[in-house]
């Protein structure tokens, strides 16, 4: 099991490498950060496809699953505590264990770097090499918290890391990570918010429902970017409960009994994650604005928004908020950021198709469990 040592702390990340291209001296490497309960192992279907698109996928496990270094005491107090300070710094020191994974990796790899040309209209473009970053679902806060504090990082990582970092994707990641207002149980319900859900396991009902496909209102999904907030939220699609409502079988009904033990770890809710969903709203409002609007490091990286439309409305509602923030309040010198609609696709990684032929109009669709090698090839055109 490769495990990468954090410099001076003790602390050990869990990763899984496809290894690099035979005979490329100039791929990609996408790290992928997983979410909540489901981790590492949801990647590894793709990752004998990464070499035919030119790319090498290093999947890494967060702290407090399987393993990776557990939360000591003191840092499960940190993200407990009634300070929202003491909280930030937490999260931002699990963004910095993140950052450095990054930099052991780099150094031990020796990773082409990012190749940058010009376009001949003025506009900077990423062509070859370098570092993605890709944040599923929640763990999207984790990838945001490396980027929003990047400046605090140790000069000689910071440094090391200019040369590599590419994209930072943020893959249908619920409305927390950008700090949108949370909405009313009755605008969106999600039996893990309801302190009243008693009528099977939370997580039962976590699972079915993150992995389920929902269909939203075909108007809302076409006009998100100008739509208001109350004829946003009147055309989700309704959520409740255990008795959740798809038109496709859910992805974890698909799956084997050996495939869900091997890539959820169910403790981790009331170990860690729980706690997590429950930290000082303000904070992904912090981080938010630092990593994108501020751009306090890493200038030419460049940030885009993979939504699914058959996803969970939490997420959903994120993407109809990251049109309002670049419409209404994007900073003219914030990051470059580009927001991209996935048709058919539920919230599940890994399990998406494409289709390339519309240009900036892509399309990416029909995802399935067994089809691994089209999410390999959307990614390489994403990224």
Not at 68 to 92: G, N, V
Not at 213 to 230: C, D, F, K, M, V
Not at 298 to 326: F, T
Request: hydrophobic share 40%; proline share 7%; with cysteine.
């Amino acid at each position: 099991m490769p495990h990468a040592p954090i410099v001076d702390t003790g602390v050990q990340l869990y990763y899984e490498d496809s290894g690099a291209p035979a005979g490329s001296q100039a791929y990609v490497t996408l790290v992928l950060v997983h979410g909540s309960v489901f981790h590492t192992p949801i990647y590894r279907p793709m990752f004998k496809y990464a070499a035919e698109h030119d790319m090498r996928l290093v999947a890494v496990t967060l702290r407090d699953y399987p393993g990776s270094t557990p939360f000591t005491p003191e840092e499960h107090a940190a993200l407990r505590s009634p300070d929202k300070e003491i909280q930030a710094a937490m999260i931002r020191d699990r963004g910095h264990e993140l950052a450095s994974f990054l930099a052991w990796f780099v150094r031990k790899e020796s990773i082409p770097p990012m190749t940058i040309s010009s376009s001949g209209n003025g506009i900077e473009e990423t062509v070859a090499g370098g570092l993605a970053l890709l944040g599923w679902s929640w763990g999207n806060c984790m990838t945001m918290s490396l980027v929003a504090h990047a400046d605090s990082l140790p000069a000689e990582t910071k440094e090391l890391l200019e040369p590599y970092m590419r994209t930072l994707v943020a893959y249908d990641p619920p409305y927390t990570v950008f700090g949108a207002p949370h909405p009313t149980l009755e605008e969106i319900y999600a039996p893990h918010r309801d302190p009243n859900y008693v009528k099977t396991p939370a997580i039962d009902a976590f699972e079915k429902m993150v992995s389920a496909y929902y269909t939203h209102s075909p108007t809302i999904l076409s006009n998100i970017a100008s739509i208001t907030r109350e004829k946003f939220f009147a055309g989700l699609s309704p959520h409740s409960g255990a008795g959740l409502v798809c038109d496709i079988e859910s992805t974890i009904q698909r799956m084997s009994a050996d495939e869900i033990a091997a890539t959820t770890d169910i403790s981790v809710m009331e170990r860690s994650q729980k706690a997590f969903f429950h930290v000082d709203f303000s904070i992904n409002v912090d981080n938010t604005r630092r990593a994108l609007h501020e751009k306090v490091a890493w200038p030419h990286m460049r940030a885009i928004l993979l939504w699914c439309d058959k996803s969970l409305a939490e997420c959903v509602y994120a993407a109809w908020y990251a049109h309002k923030m670049l419409d209404e309040s994007w900073p003219k010198d914030g990051r470059r950021f580009s927001i991209t609609r996935m048709e058919g696709v539920n919230h599940f990684v890994s399990l998406w198709g494409f289709d390339s032929g519309r240009g900036d109009a892509q399309r990416l669709l029909q995802p399935h469990w067994d089809q691994p090698q089209t999410t390999v090839e959307a990614l390489s055109k994403a990224i």
